[in-house]
């Protein structure tokens, strides 16, 4: 029976390497490219590389997932994705409207979290939306970004809690994380409020 504890001993010390921390980046545009949710492995890359080289290696990976997953639905997937749709009118109306809109929509749909970012790529893919406009567009998972690898280094600081309480780590800088943390999701939940009531004037909310 396979010991998934100390698979997970063997495998996260080598992320810690060069090597490692080199190919999070490709390891994490394949997860996206694959459809599947990016939030524990962002909350992971937080834990491994801390707040801002975790939101870094997410960001750059999850851009690049993210345009393959675009150009596979703008020719492959297509078809695929077009039947897809054919369940859900918002997202067919997200088509629509972004074609006319384009990047303004793209950001704000980005900055909202009522939207999977997954199937996202795929409705832009559709759209007439320019590749360069697409791209600009994904600036607005940053937010999203930075936050889920807070909450990963937060995570990892809290695993060592035991090592506050008898001195080996310094309480005080936890403390810090944690009300920086607080602040970026106070921004996030602000940003994202700002966001859906736009789109709810663009009868676009979920």
């Known amino acids: 029976m396979l ?18 921390v080199a190919l999070f980046i490709p ?10 949710p990016g939030a524990w492995v962002s909350m992971l890359a937080g834990a491994l590389y801390g707040i ?16 393959v997953v675009f150009l596979l639905g703008r020719t492959f997937l297509g078809p695929w994705t077009k039947r897809r749709l054919a369940n859900w ?3 067919q109306a997200i088509q629509k409207a972004v074609s006319g809109e384009g990047l303004k929509l ?8 009522a939207f999977p970012f997954s199937l996202l790529n795929l409705v832009y893919g559709l759209s007439e939306v320019s590749f360069r406009d697409y791209t600009i567009g994904l600036l607005g998972i940053l937010p999203g970004t930075i936050l889920f690898c807070g909450l990963g280094d937060l995570a990892g600081d809290l695993a060592q809690f035991n090592e ?7 309480l005080p800088s936890i403390l810090i994380r944690l009300v920086g943390l607080m602040a970026t999701l106070a921004v996030v939940w602000l940003v994202a409020r700002t966001a859906r009531r736009a789109l709810q004037d663009s009868d676009l909310s979920l």
């Open 164 to 170: 506050v309480l008898s001195g080996k780590q310094d």
């Open 106 to 113: 793209i950001l704000l749909t980005r900055l909202s979290p």
């Open 89 to 91: 009118p918002k997202f």
């Open 27 to 36: 390891l994490y545009a394949i997860w996206v490219t694959f459809l599947l």
């Open 52 to 67: 801002w080289l975790g939101s870094f290696l997410v960001f750059v990976g999850a851009c690049l997932g993210a345009e």
């Open 3 to 20: 010991d998934l504890s100390m698979l997970v001993e063997n495998i996260l010390p080598f992320f810690h390497t060069a090597l490692g």
